[in-house]
C-alpha cells in the first residue's frame, strides 16, 4: 500500500505543469528598416529558450513567414499563431505556445481596438487585438489569452486613444465571458504606458481598469521593461515600463507569482546606463525586454 501510495504521489506531481505566461515586443522582426538592423535571431532564440513560457504573446512581427519559419526550426516543440493584420505599421502580433503544455482551441483579431469609434481596417490605424482559446493539458483548464500592443507615444491624443484601447479590452473580456462561459484570461502585451514610471494617466487609469476586471497586473512591481534614449542625446539609456501582463485571479494557482524581466534590463538591473552595456539584446534584438510570470 505504501509503495502504491508513494507512485501516485510521483505520478501526481509530474501530471501538473507549472504555467508560465508573459509577453515579448521583438522589434520589428525580422529587419527593422528604421535603424537598418536585422533580427539577431541566434540572440533571440536564446532568449526565448531561457523564459521556459507555455504561453508568450509577442508583438511587432512584420515578417510573419520569417517568424513562422523561426519557431519552426529553432524552437522544436513550440508553434505560433499570429494576426493577419497589422495596422499602419504592419506590426503583427499573437502567441508563440508550448505544445507540451498547452493547445491552442481557437484564434482571432478584432480591430475596433485600431481606432476606437471609427472604422478599424487591416493596414491602418493601431494593431489589432488578437486573441487565443487555449487550454491546459494536464487539467483541462481553459482561458483566453489576449496580446496587444497600444497606441505609443506621450501626446495627450495619443494618451487618450490607449484609455479608449483600454475599454475595449475590458469590453471584449466582458463579452466573451458572458457569451462563452470562459472566466479566466489574461492580457499581455506593449501598453505603451509611457506615463507609468512617473504615475501619471496611464499608470492611474490602468490600475483602475485593473482593478475593474478584477485582474493583477504581474508586472506592477517591475522597475522596467524597455529602454529609450531618455530624450537626450548623452549617450545614457533610460528605463521604462511599457509592458503588461494582467491576468484573472481564477487563473493563478501560486500564492505570490514572481515576474522575471529578461534581456538587458535584467543584465544591467534596470539602471540608466550607456547603451553599450545594453549589448546585443538591445541592438539586434530588441528595445523591450521579455517579461514572464509563473501562475500554476
Known sequence: MKSLLSILIITASFSVKALTVGTYNIRNFDYDERYRIRTDKNTLTTIIRNLNADVLAVEEINNTQAFEQFVETKLPGYDTELSRCGGDHGQRLGFIYNTKTVDLLAFNEDLTISNPGGQGTCDSGSRPMAIGLFQV??????????????????APTSIRKRLDQYKIIAQMISYLKHNTGVQDYFVAGDFNTTEYLAKGVDYVELNKMTKAMNM??????????????????DGIETPSVLDHVLVTRGLVKVGSPQTKVSGHCQAVSCREVPVRELGVSYESVSDHCPITAKIQ
Open 137 to 154: 493539458k494536464a487539467t483541462k483548464q481553459k482561458f483566453y489569452g489576449m496580446s496587444v500592443h497600444l497606441k505609443s507615444g506621450s
Open 216 to 233: 493583477v497586473d504581474l508586472a506592477a512591481n517591475t522597475k522596467c521593461t524597455a529602454y529609450w534614449w531618455g530624450g537626450s542625446d
